[in-house]
């Protein structure tokens, strides 16, 4: 069911655009390549802690998100 649902999530993603880390909900996030449930809470906990994001690029300073991971995720976030 959870697959299902991520999947869904995926595909609205797709079809509607890019996933606002400022706003996204811990499933949303988890639709983002190299992101699964932990890294969408230490995104989450970032924004909670440091407000929303400037910039795309200011995902590297989240626990576990390296330059590497900003690359493959970049083309589908977006800030506002």
């Given at each position: 069911m959870v697959k299902l649902f991520l999947a869904l999530l995926l595909f609205s993603t797709?079809?509607?655009g890019a996933v606002?880390?400022?706003r996204?909900?811990?499933a949303q996030l988890q639709t983002l390549n190299g992101v699964g449930?932990?890294?969408a809470q230490e995104i989450i906990k970032y924004?909670?802690?440091h407000g929303s994001f400037k910039s795309v690029d200011e995902l590297v300073n989240v626990k576990?998100?390296?330059p590497k991971t900003l690359q493959k995720m970049k083309s589908q976030v977006?800030?506002?």
């Open positions: 797709l079809l509607f606002n880390v400022n996204a909900s811990s449930p932990v890294k924004r909670k802690t576990g998100i390296g977006a800030i506002r």
